[in-house]
T-cell receptor, first 116, second 112 residues
Framework: AGVTQSPTHLIKTRGQQVTLSCSPI?????VSWYQQTPGQGLQFLFE???????NKGNFPGRFSGRQFSNSRSEMNVSTLELGDSALYLC????????????????FGPGTRLTVL | GEDVEQSLFLSVREGDSSVINCTYT??????LYWYKQEPGAGLQLLTY?????DMKQDQRLTVLLNKKDKHLSLRIADTQTGDSAIYFC????????????FGAGTQVVVTP
């Protein structure tokens, strides 16, 4: 099975919070999150590996995430703004090349968030 | 600069070859990727190349890497209508494993 994300679609109103879920490919320990909007394109949010955040993009603190011991990951957006409307994509990858390098990143179908 | 750059649009006739170009930024990048996105869908990994390679071929896809000019290209042979999509190139950042920096995407339209 590939990367799965839930829910598929979500509609929220400004000020609410939302939690999105991502299940990586079995055996993959790294999960990355990306935001895709027509205006800004694909932007990196953060990456988790073995329950630790390894990298973080340039997003406000309203965006947070975590990873569980089974490698599943969640991201949370608090105090939603209209500009948070986007397709949120997660990707999973396995280590390769002597433990330093990531090779393929496989993406899930995404969660489309609409903020009204 | 810090941007991965791609041309925004390419129109190609069915059966012809498509060439999508990309310039990247980090000379120490390890992997460079090509992804395909169809409407309403996530990103499909097409192929990737390690930065010590010059070329990689995978069926109809050929990736060429010019490290001197930081130029990456994807050639699709015998382009089909099912190849119509947005194509993204991306680079992995050498000091931030697991983070991909994407270009804006090239919309490829295949006409009969």
């Amino acid at each position: 099975a590939g990367v799965t994300q839930s829910p598929t679609h979500l509609i929220k109103t400004r000020g609410q919070q939302v939690t999105l879920s991502c299940s990586p490919i079995s055996g993959h320990r790294s999960v990355s999150w990306y935001q895709q909007t027509p205006g800004q394109g694909l932007q990196f949010l953060f990456e988790y590996f073995s329950e630790t955040q390894r990298n973080k993009g340039n997003f406000p603190g309203r965006f947070s995430g975590r990873q569980f011991s089974n490698s599943r990951s969640e991201m949370n957006v608090s105090t939603l703004e209209l500009g948070d409307s986007a397709l949120y994509l997660c990707a999973s990858s396995a280590l390769a090349g002597g433990g330093r390098f990531y090779n393929e990143q496989f993406f899930g179908p995404g969660t489309r968030l609409t903020v009204l | 600069g810090e941007d991965v750059e791609q041309s925004l649009f390419l129109s190609v006739r069915e059966g012809d070859s498509s060439v999508i170009n990309c310039t990247y930024t980090d000379s120490s990048s390890t992997y460079l990727y090509w992804y395909k996105q169809e409407p309403g869908a996530g990103l499909q990994l097409l192929t990737y190349i390690f930065s010590n390679m010059d070329m990689k071929q995978d069926q109809r896809l050929t990736v060429l890497l010019n490290k001197k000019d930081k130029h990456l290209s994807l050639r699709i042979a015998d382009t089909q209508t099912g190849d119509s999509a947005i194509y993204f190139c991306a680079e992995s950042i050498s000091d931030s494993w697991g983070k991909l920096q994407f270009g804006a995407g090239t919309q490829v339209v295949v006409t009969p």
